[in-house]
C-alpha cells in the first residue's frame, strides 16, 4: 500500500515556474514507477510524465516536453515536476500516481488527491 500526498501548486503567471512534490509512505515506493496527470475542467485526465523506479527512465507529453521535468528521491519517497515557462493551458488539477511505467491511466495503481495549479495569461 503506498500514499501519496501532492504539494506545490498554486497561481503562477504565464512564462512562471511551479515544482510540485509528490510524498509517498510504505517501505515498496522506490518499487514503482511515478507518473504524473492532469485534469482540466471539462477534460479527461491526461498523462504528463512519467519516471522509472530506478530513475533510468523518463517519458513526457508532447505538450510537456522541453518544459517540465520529472525526477524523484527514493531515499525521501518523493518524486517531483518541475514546470517552466507555464502557460495557461497548463492549468489543471495535477495528480501524481504509482504503478508499472506507462503513460495510461490503468497502469498505476495508487493516486494522490491532486493539487491545483492555475496559471494566469
Known amino acids: 500500500q503506498v500514499q501519496l500526498i501532492e504539494s506545490g501548486g498554486g497561481l503562477v503567471q504565464t512564462g512562471g515556474s511551479l515544482r510540485l512534490s509528490c510524498a509517498g509512505s510504505?517501505?515498496?515506493?522506490?518499487?514503482?514507477?511515478m507518473g504524473w496527470f492532469r485534469q482540466a475542467p471539462a477534460k479527461e485526465r491526461e498523462f504528463v510524465a512519467t519516471?522509472?523506479?530506478?530513475?533510468?527512465?523518463?517519458t513526457y507529453a508532447d505538450s510537456v516536453k522541453g518544459r517540465f521535468t520529472v525526477s524523484r528521491d527514493n531515499a525521501k519517497n518523493t518524486v517531483y515536476l518541475q514546470m517552466n515557462s507555464l502557460r495557461p493551458d497548463d492549468t489543471a488539477v495535477y495528480y501524481c500516481?504509482?504503478?508499472?511505467?506507462?503513460?495510461?491511466?490503468?497502469?498505476?495503481?495508487?493516486w494522490g488527491q491532486g493539487t491545483q495549479v492555475t496559471v494566469s495569461s
Open positions: 519516471i522509472s523506479w530506478n530513475v533510468i527512465d523518463t
Open positions: 500516481a504509482a504503478g508499472h511505467y506507462g503513460i495510461t491511466y490503468a497502469e498505476y495503481v495508487y
Open positions: 510504505g517501505r515498496t515506493f522506490s518499487r514503482y514507477a
